[in-house]
Nanobody, 115 residues
Framework: QVHLVESGGGLVQPGGSLRLSCAAS????????WGWYRQAPGKERELVAD???????NYVESVKGRCTISRDITKNTMYLQMNSLKPEDTAVYFC?????????WGQGTQVTVSS
């Protein structure tokens, strides 16, 4: 069992930046896939970016060049750096880790981009 807790969300003006963190309760190195999704009001959850062992990080087209995901194995923490934020980035952001048999999700953190 892995417990994931996101943080770092909030209200930011268009053009601003945020760094979301996702702290895991145990070692995340063993999971071969990890990343971030988001869910805007009235919409389905959508992929932001994901990484699978042995492959390149995949970013959804709408965030390419503006977002970067990373992880610090020593801290069991994943990150989502978001720059040049737009109102359409407003959503609840969720992190996850996945193995062959299971996927764990965080509870989400709200990001609101508004002037």
């Amino acid at each position: 069992q892995v417990h994931l807790v996101e943080s770092g969300g909030g209200l930011v003006q268009p053009g601003g930046s945020l760094r979301l963190s996702c702290a895991a309760s145990s070692n995340i190195f063993s999971f071969n896939a990890w990343g971030w999704y988001r869910q805007a009001p009235g919409k389905e959850r959508e992929l932001v970016a994901d990484a699978t062992t042995g492959t390149e990080i995949n970013y959804v087209e709408s965030v390419k060049g503006r977002c970067t995901i990373s992880r610090d194995i020593t801290k069991n923490t994943m990150y989502l750096q978001m720059n040049s934020l737009k109102p359409e980035d407003t959503a609840v952001y969720f992190c996850y880790v996945s193995s062959r048999f299971t996927t764990y999700w965080g509870q989400g953190t709200q990001v609101t981009v508004s002037s």
